[in-house]
């Protein structure tokens, strides 16, 4: 499905695990940036990636020091007026840990992009005032059912047709 905004299109993925589904690349092709939340796996799975889309990537706790001395624990950017903090173990509204609800109280993001659990989480925070989206998992290990990534679209400020994709069984 094309994106029905004329801003910036994102997939956002998580916990591939070094793995690459075949079957995402077609996900990309609408897109502009590919996001992933951390647990890459391997640096080579952030070449691949990098040849469809320009990524943004946090590591996540199972990434080496490869990973980790090309992408940070934490992003904070802005992308078509909407302020985004992604990091790879963050929890969600309500259970944030710590640290990261500091950060999210004292910088109020727009979007909290997190990973880690391979739970599937597209829910609005009303104490933080943000959208908060963990895409579940896009590999094949860990107790998840389904591989799923997450499409959105941002726009004048605005984060908008956002829709959950299903790979298949992991």
């Known amino acids: ?83 985004v903090f992604m990091t790879h173990i963050g929890g969600y509204p309500g259970r944030y840990g710590s640290d990261v609800k500091k950060l999210l109280e004292a910088e109020r993001p727009q979007l909290v992009v997190c990973g880690h659990s391979h739970i599937l989480r597209v829910m609005n925070d009303k104490v933080l005032g943000h959208l908060h989206i963990n895409p579940g998992a896009a590999g094949i290990q860990g107790f998840h059912q389904k591989k799923t990534l997450v499409r959105f679209s941002l726009e004048n400020s605005n984060i908008l047709d956002l829709e959950v994709i299903e790979l298949g069984s992991r």
């Open 1 to 83: 499905m094309q994106s029905k905004s004329s801003g910036m299109r994102i997939a956002l993925l998580s916990d591939t695990h070094n793995f690459l589904d075949p079957g995402m690349v077609k996900y990309f092709e609408s897109c502009d940036e590919i996001w992933h939340a951390g647990d890459i796996g391997t640096i080579s799975i952030c070449r691949e990636l990098s040849q469809y889309k320009p990524l943004v990537a946090v590591y996540g706790n199972i990434d080496g020091m490869d990973i980790r001395k090309e992408y940070p624990a934490i992003q904070r950017f802005k992308r078509e007026g909407v302020s």
